[in-house]
């Protein structure tokens, strides 16, 4: 690949050099050679999927050779990427009809934009093709999320809510308990009395981007009351709410919060609740899947904190969609749907232990035996949460969008970094609340005007 700078041609995507990938690995799975299999019609073919770097697509890539075993004529190409580096190669990709990959994981903001665009393939009738797929056994909201003019665009990896966990021994060793329905008030007090020395409060991102800091950050404003947009589309961020959320985000942070908080994303702080850093940690559902030692023998699961909205936590799956610029459909499917399938939760627990099952995709899923004994303690407050998370209904105040954490419009991916730039800002210590509000305000004006007309 070469250094020079692309430009799609939707202003959503900027304009940015693609020499940060120059050293990623493309990552080759299993020898492609001819002979029986699915999708493949007897002729060899490599297909080139774009995965988010997390622990659930490294678990797939350990597995794929279980599916060469079963389609060896096709061969599979995992590149996997950062969350921002992802959204910004996979929207030129698929912007830009390029065909550079024939499958990518892509969240249930960008499925309804990119079907009714026409750049992603709906999927139903594939689905359709394969009563072993049972769409039925899906998880409404998860479905639902996904859909578009009642067609599924995209396939389901994992699904998630938000939720608070907890180090049950340290909040015990202070005196401390935890409800099952804190208030944000709760969670505060509790993470400055287990703070010290040793042990963090709490763990929130403060890393940049609206995938990143923005997501946690938005479900507190939501239940604060704030909201980004009127029903007029007149931006709200220079309203008391905002400044209550912010400001009690940002406190938290420095009274009770890790280190280097504008560096921490959802890896990071994954790794500080492993590793005993840090008491509480507020993020999504699908980091209990990934905790290990001592963090999965004593850890608790609060659902988010609220403040005036109840049933703050956000929605979000990571699927696999198909783009319409893909000349390997077939073989993509049939990967897409091995890898979103029934059988494919039961081969994670089986091969690599039942806590690493992808969550929140299929209800079959908690009815297991073998996963409810793994994920007894977060199984039913995940399901809870994603059940009660109404993208239609976010906020206190009506609103023209959709979603929790984000804003269904294109140039979200655009005004949501940039906001979550000024907020780090303050983080840092480099500017005050109001100040970054004034900017944010601006920012999210300018796109509000857009479409009052």
């Not at 007029?232 to 890790?258: C, H, I, M, R």
Request: aromatic letters at 10%.
């Amino acid at each position: 690949m070469t250094d020079r700078k692309l430009r799609s041609p939707y202003h959503l995507v900027r304009s940015r050099s693609l020499s940060v990938i120059a050293g990623l690995a493309l990552v080759a799975v299993g020898a492609a050679c001819s002979g029986a299999g699915g999708g493949g019609g007897g002729t060899s073919q490599t297909i080139t999927l774009a995965a988010v770097d997390n622990p659930q697509m490294a678990d797939l890539k350990q597995l794929v050779s279980e599916f060469q075993s079963k389609h060896s004529d096709i061969t599979v190409k995992i590149v996997t990427l950062p969350e921002d580096q992802l959204r910004q190669q996979v929207t030129q990709d698929v912007a830009a009809n390029s065909g550079r990959f024939d499958l990518f994981t892509i969240g249930t903001y960008e499925v309804p934009l990119w079907a009714k665009k026409k750049w992603i393939e709906n999927l139903s009738p594939y689905v359709a093709k394969d009563p072993a797929y049972d769409e039925s056994d899906l998880i409404p909201g998860i479905k639902g999320a996904l859909s578009f003019e009642n067609n599924l665009y995209a396939v389901p990896f994992y699904g998630e809510s938000s939720m608070l966990m907890y180090r049950k021994d340290f909040l015990a060793a202070k005196g401390q308990t935890m409800p099952d329905h804190p208030t944000w008030d709760q969670v505060a007090s509790i993470a400055k009395a287990v703070n010290s020395s040793s042990v963090n409060g709490i763990c929130l991102r403060g890393l940049p981007g609206w995938g990143e800091q923005l997501a946690p950050l938005t479900t507190v404003v939501n239940t604060f009351g704030g909201r980004w947009f009127d029903q007029n589309w007149n931006a709200t961020l220079n309203t008391p709410q905002w400044k209550d959320a912010v400001t009690f985000y940002v406190n938290l942070l420095k009274s009770a919060g890790e280190p280097g908080a504008g560096n921490a994303g959802f890896t990071e702080c994954l790794n500080a609740y492993n590793n005993g850093k840090v008491a509480m940690w507020y993020d999504a559902t699908v980091g209990a899947s990934n905790f290990t030692g001592d963090a999965a023998k004593n850890s608790g699961y609060a659902y988010a904190p609220t403040k005036v909205k109840d049933w703050s936590g956000w929605l979000w799956a990571w699927s696999l969609g198909m783009p319409s610029s893909s000349k390997k459909k077939d073989a993509a499917w049939t990967f897409a749907d091995w890898a979103t399938s029934k059988d494919y939760i039961k081969l994670v627990g089986s091969k690599l232990g039942w806590a690493h099952v992808p969550p929140g995709t299929r209800t079959s899923t908690y009815s297991l035996p073998e996963y409810q004994a793994a994920a007894g303690g977060f199984a039913t407050v995940t399901l809870q949460s994603i059940a009660h998370a109404d993208v239609n209904h976010s906020t206190v105040d009506p609103v023209p969008y959709i979603g929790v954490q984000y804003v269904d419009i294109d140039e979200f991916q655009q005004l949501g970094d940039q906001v979550s730039q000024e907020f780090a800002k303050v983080i840092a210590g480099n500017q005050t609340v109001d100040q970054a509000l004034v900017k944010a305000q601006a920012l999210a004006a300018a796109v509000g005007k857009t479409y009052q007309h």
